[in-house]
């Protein structure tokens, strides 16, 4: 093998660990995990920003991914949000127990 091919693999080598560690070390969320989008509205939301953490039974099981302003004044806010796929059953059973209006995206 030439030195120069040598060292094209060590540098295609090098990038892939460099990216591999980039996205363990940043703050990608459930970058491995099944998800599912879910779509809930709120009358008020104050103090809830984008990429928020989404608690469920005080566990971080998602993030809020945007935030929709409703078209008038007294309308609701829609947050859109990424769940982990295990908290599918448990949202939709409280959703159905409190007649709240949320959707999953599809």
């Known amino acids: 093998m030439s030195t120069a ?26 970058l491995f995990n099944s998800t599912y989008r879910l779509k ?3 009358q008020n939301v104050g103090g809830l920003n984008n990429g928020a953490a989404v608690r469920i039974g005080g566990i971080h099981q998602g993030t809020v991914k945007e935030i929709d302003l409703p078209s008038q004044p007294d309308g609701k806010v829609t ?25 999953p995206e599809r």
């Open 79 to 103: 947050v859109v949000m990424n769940l982990k796929s295990a908290t599918r059953n448990i949202v939709f059973e409280y959703r159905e127990k409190h007649f709240m209006t949320w959707s």
């Open 40 to 42: 809930a509205d709120f």
């Open 5 to 30: 091919f040598r060292v094209g693999v060590l540098v295609v080598m090098a990038l892939l660990f460099l990216s591999i560690g980039i996205f363990l070390i940043g703050n990608k969320d459930f």
